[in-house]
T-cell receptor
Framework: GENVEQHPSTLSVQEGDSAVIKCTYS??????FPWYKQELGKRPQLIID?????GEKKDQRIAVTLNKTAKHFSLHITETQPEDSAVYFC???????????FGTGTSLTVIP | GAGVSQTPSNKVTEKGKYVELRCDPI?????LYWYRQSLGQGPEFLIY????????DSGLPNDRFFAVRPEGSVSTLKIQRTERGDSAVYLC???????????FGQGTRLTVV
């Protein structure tokens, strides 16, 4: 099955700086890659996603890039704010679309 | 309801007991997923339903775990002879189809003592 690896496990940035989280995947047939944000004690919530026919997608301060050849995708958060502090999970869908394989998460802390 | 609802929110049970965890998906969502999340880890896939049938149960750790979705809406995850290692947050998610956004519930925190 798919194997998704995520780096770094923890990340601290100053407010206003950018944050980048990187993920790699193993199954070249995977075609959907969502990113979830999970605040302490709360449910994961989708913040952005990308499909394999697109190389980049942007939504205000958040962007995701996908390199299908290298099998990696990245989350970019610009102008970080304290409320961006949370755990972020990347995921890849199996080639059957039956399940998502999640990375181990990145704990982001934005220092005011 | 507006979102995925899971009950109970917390469950403490003794080792060896049987538990049922309930998930009410978003109305009209045909896809339903169960995941398990341990502290500091990403969600781990357990089982996927498309309608009433379990289309993929490859993530169930052993035969103590079972899930049903008899009418294609509400799902119940059943754990027999619970063990301390089963302690985790059990997350349910639903989606209007495959390879599209999955909406998660708040989870059930299961503690086996």
């Amino acid at each position: 099955g798919e194997n998704v690896e995520q780096h770094p496990s923890t990340l601290s940035v100053q407010e206003g700086d950018s944050a980048v989280i990187k993920c790699t995947y193993s199954d070249s047939a995977s075609n959907y890659f969502p990113w979830y944000k999970q605040e302490l004690g709360k449910r994961p919530q989708l913040i952005i996603d990308i499909r394999s026919n697109v190389g980049e997608k942007k939504d205000q301060r958040i962007a995701v890039t996908l390199n299908k050849t290298a099998k990696h995708f990245s989350l970019h958060i610009t102008e970080t704010q304290p409320e961006d502090s949370a755990v972020y999970f990347c995921a890849g869908s199996s080639n059957t679309g039956n399940q998502f394989y999640f990375g181990t998460g990145t704990s982001l802390t934005v220092i005011p | 309801g507006a979102g995925v609802s899971q009950t109970p929110s917390n469950k403490v049970t003794e080792k060896g007991k049987y538990v049922e965890l309930r998930c009410d998906p978003i109305s009209g969502h045909t896809a339903l997923y169960w995941y398990r999340q341990s502290l500091g880890q990403g969600p781990e896939f357990l089982i996927y339903f498309q309608g009433t049938g379990a289309a993929d149960d490859s993530g169930l750790p052993n035969d103590r775990f079972f899930a049903v979705r008899p009418e294609g809406s509400v799902s119940t995850l059943k754990i027999q002879r619970t063990e301390r290692g089963d302690s985790a947050v059990y997350l349910c998610a639903s989606s209007p189809g495959t390879n599209t956004e999955a909406f998660f519930g708040q989870g059930t925190r299961l503690t086996v003592v």
